[in-house]
């Protein structure tokens, strides 16, 4: 992991990019979400949304405007998605959506982040913008076409497992992202922390809205979990390929080599 993890002052234009960004990052969880939610939401309970793509936006604020930012666009951001999607405004949409998302999802991974003083450029140097977006936007879209079908064959929770490999595979099949391979395999675990933790929350949020625990650890926490954790390890990709671009632009904090 990197060795020097400290950053440098800021701004106050970086600051107040920041701030932009945060509005933009809670607007695009929220439209995103809103879309995820309505066509995905699992039939037992109601925004619990068969795979979050969010999550990925998510964890990226959090890494990148760090844990108040992070918290705020993806706590608001999924609670907005919420009451676009369905009228989400009462206690159990607020645990699956602000505190899971905000919580779980943006503040934890920007904290862990920084507490395993791992840079999340990952080392990775790519030149052709246009062909990283190219790659970003086929992953996402072969991810979202993998999981509705074998959602729609009825495998369930199963249904997950082809997208979860094919994500973990992309280093295999991109010969120029190069990645340093030990802070990729802390940041995948975390990935799997945050989304157990946000299921978690989740299941909690549909006992409150009257589930018994086994019903909502299996109706709704299992592919929450799953949904989660593909698209946050497809966050993680996003964060190697444009992270230095985000330092460029003062999106994010320059870490000094």
């Avoid at 939401?41 to 604020?61: C, E, R, V």
């Avoid at 030990?182 to 157990?196: G, N, R, Y």
């Amino acid at each position: 992991m990197s060795e020097n993890n400290s950053l440098r002052p800021q701004n106050a234009k970086d600051i107040m990019i920041q701030n932009y960004a945060t509005v933009v990052f809670g607007v695009s969880i929220c439209i995103i979400g809103a879309i995820m939610m309505t066509l995905t939401s699992s039939p037992l309970m109601k925004g619990a949304a068969f795979l979050w793509l969010p999550a990925s936006l998510q964890l990226i604020a959090g890494v990148w405007l760090g844990p108040i930012r992070g918290l705020l666009a993806g706590g608001l951001g999924a609670y907005g998605a919420g009451i676009l999607a369905y009228g989400g405004w009462g206690l159990p949409d607020i645990i699956m959506n602000p505190i899971a998302g905000g919580f779980a999802n943006s503040l934890l991974p920007a904290y862990l982040f920084s507490w395993l003083k791992i840079n999340p450029d990952f080392g990775t140097n790519l030149n052709d913008l246009k062909k990283a977006l190219l790659r970003i936007i086929l992953m996402i879209l072969v991810v979202i076409v993998i999981a509705i079908i074998l959602k729609e064959f009825g495998w369930g929770n199963w249904g997950y497992v082809p997208s979860l490999l094919f994500i973990l595979a992309i280093p295999y099949f991109l010969s120029d992202l190069r990645v340093r391979p030990k802070e990729l395999f802390f940041a995948v675990l975390i990935c799997v922390v945050i989304s157990f933790i946000s299921a978690m929350i989740g299941v909690a949020g549909s006992i409150v809205a009257g589930q018994s625990l086994v019903a909502a650890f299996l109706g709704t926490g299992i592919g929450w979990f799953l949904g989660d954790t593909v698209s946050c390890i497809l966050g993680l990709y996003v964060l190697a390929m444009f992270t230095k671009q985000a330092r460029h632009l003062g999106i994010t904090p320059e870490i000094p080599q």
